[in-house]
């Protein structure tokens, strides 16, 4: 039997024999032959089985005595900013540092209120007020004690909202862009009042235009016709201007200004009293041509339709929200004063406007005119009614917003079974015009055709504007000129796109668009194209103050 003895001052030396005890010299308790303690004192203690496992017990509650305060710290204070405290523990308990697990739960978070989409977003924004800055946002998240996951849902609504905002400001702030383009400056409206009073007071002011000698250029082929169609006369004069500035041989200009009733006067007023020695013109009012019943009742059935179109479009934008159902800036084209004009509309009537005219250059009256146009009286058109560049400023083959598509409604059977969806437009406000080609074609009656489908069909088949049925009627007829004719678009804000060297080799630079460049709202950058053509030191021009 193998005995086990212990030394009361330690074991200097054990051995363990099955022989029976020998009994110590000294006294002491024997140990078993063959485990002897060298050096032992003579006294020794037995320790039994019992004591060994309650030491055991012992040493095993102070260690999880230890574990259940440290986990007890790390639970409360995970509680604090982790969604998920029992995962939290376990990295904790395991080695992972406080900047790494917030980090791991940050993103954790993040990505669960991304891949939930709204719907936690709406139970936070019904639940509670959205703080309304980032200081709110961390007094809401300290004060309330939330957790991570709430802090990410509740800055992503916060977000989201802030974007709603946004793009609600920045979508009035172009539709309040678009209304001022309706406002006739001050200066503008003093000038037509002057000129107005000046043609009643002043002999000079009513005489003939052109002089007797020159009215036979006013139909003489062999010289190069404008036509502009406005009531704006400062615009007028600028067009005019810049053409005899740039022509080689204005002399051989012949300009036809067709105005309204109203403006007749002023227009008038304006060219008799500025003479142009350079070049022949002519001012008519609309009130003086003598046309036929047919045609008036043509016209008068154009506008008629035209106005209900733009009515309609902007009526249903009020009903829907006018702010927030707009995709592009032509869908506002219903609110451009161009919208209704008579003058805008009537281009489609040139031919009947200029019956002993057969090929001119029209020119609206946005436009400047940089370089020399004569060539485009020499132009082939190969047999077309009219000349139009299909884009420019944009490189070859690109046609960025002046697609059928951005024109028309393809949702509609009507226009999807006739137009191509992704068919480039052509531009309208630098022209040449073949009349006597045009006047053996339908197109001014396949015009109004399209008009009364428009009318019958809800006013749904385009957008309001002189182009789109214009694209329709003289489908066919179209010959394509170089682009650096027609330089258009600069009366929007997306000009900026278009390069210095673009413009500055444009022939006629074009400010389609809401920003006319005298309008406060037009591009500082690029004004000063059209500015550097108005008479600063015309009187009239200086008493009304107009471009301080």
């Known amino acids: 039997m193998m005995k086990f003895y212990i030394s009361a001052t330690g074991i200097k030396k054990l051995t363990i024999s099955s022989s029976a005890a020998v009994t110590s010299g000294r006294g002491g308790v024997g140990l078993p032959v063959g485990m002897k303690g060298k050096g032992s004192p003579p006294v020794t203690r037995r320790i039994s089985h019992r004591t060994l496992l309650l030491t055991a017990v012992l040493v095993v509650g102070l260690l999880l005595s230890l574990l259940f305060f440290r986990i007890t710290f790390i639970m409360l204070e995970s509680a604090a900013f982790c969604s998920y405290p029992i995962g939290c523990l376990g990295w904790r308990i395991f080695g992972g540092s406080d900047s790494t697990l917030l980090r791991e739960e940050l993103m954790r978070a993040l990505l669960e209120a991304t891949n939930d989409g709204d719907n936690g977003i709406v139970g936070i924004e019904s639940s509670t007020t959205l703080p309304s800055s980032f200081n709110d946002l961390v007094k809401d998240m300290t004060s309330n004690g939330q957790d991570i996951k709430a802090f990410a849902f509740k800055t992503k609504a916060m977000i989201m909202k802030m974007e709603q905002m946004v793009e609600s400001a920045r979508q009035r702030e172009s539709i309040f862009w678009h209304l001022a383009s309706h406002g006739v400056p001050k200066g503008i409206h003093c000038l037509s009042l002057k000129l107005a009073e000046e043609y009643a007071e002043n002999a000079a002011a009513r005489s003939r235009l052109p002089s007797p000698q020159y009215v036979s250029h006013l139909t003489d082929p062999s010289f190069h016709h404008v036509v502009l169609l406005t009531d704006n006369v400062l615009a007028a004069s600028v067009v005019v201007s810049s053409a005899i500035k740039s022509s080689s041989i204005p002399e051989r200009l012949v300009f036809h200004i067709v105005t309204d009733k109203k403006?007749?006067?002023?227009?008038?007023?304006?060219?008799?009293?500025?003479?142009?020695?350079?070049?022949?013109?002519?001012?008519?009012?609309?009130?003086?041509?003598?046309?036929?019943?047919?045609?008036?009742?043509?016209?008068?059935?154009?506008?008629?339709?035209?106005?209900?179109?733009?009515?309609?479009?902007?009526?249903?934008?009020?009903?829907?929200?006018?702010?927030?159902?707009?995709?592009?800036?032509?869908?506002?084209?219903?609110?451009?004063?161009?919208?209704?004009s008579l003058l805008n509309h009537l281009r489609i009537y040139i031919p009947e406007l200029f019956p002993d005219l057969n090929k001119i250059v029209f020119l609206d009256d946005d436009t400047v005119v940089q370089h020399d146009l004569s060539s485009l009286w020499e132009l082939d058109l190969n047999g077309k009614v009219v000349g139009a560049a299909f884009d420019s400023g944009c490189g070859d083959d690109c046609c960025p917003g002046r697609k059928y598509k951005d024109y028309f409604n393809f949702t509609s059977p009507i226009i999807s079974s006739k137009l191509d969806y992704d068919r480039c437009g052509w531009l309208y406000g630098m022209n040449v015009f073949d009349l006597h080609a045009w006047r053996k074609t339908s197109i001014t009656a396949i015009y109004h055709h399209w008009l009364k489908l428009s009318l019958n069909s809800g006013f749904e088949l385009w957008n309001p504007g002189a182009l789109p049925p214009s694209l329709i009627a003289f489908e066919g007829h179209v010959h394509r000129i170089d682009p650096s004719w027609h330089i258009a678009g600069l009366g929007y804000r997306s000009i900026m796109n278009v390069t210095e060297s673009v413009l500055e080799d444009g022939a006629v630079v074009h400010f389609s668009g809401p920003a006319k460049p005298w309008l406060e709202i037009g591009a500082p950058e690029i004004r000063s194209l059209w500015s550097r053509h108005v008479n600063m030191s015309n009187e009239f021009i200086r008493k009304c103050g107009i471009m301080e």
């Not at 829907?320 to 004063?337: C, G, S, V």
């Open 263 to 340: 403006t007749y006067t002023a227009m008038h007023a304006w060219f008799a009293v500025n003479s142009i020695n350079s070049a022949v013109l002519e001012v008519r009012g609309l009130h003086q041509y003598d046309w036929s019943h047919e045609v008036n009742i043509g016209i008068k059935e154009m506008i008629e339709i035209h106005r209900l179109i733009c009515s309609h479009k902007l009526d249903s934008m009020k009903k829907e929200n006018i702010a927030d159902n707009y995709e592009h800036e032509k869908d506002l084209q219903h609110l451009r004063p161009s919208c209704t």
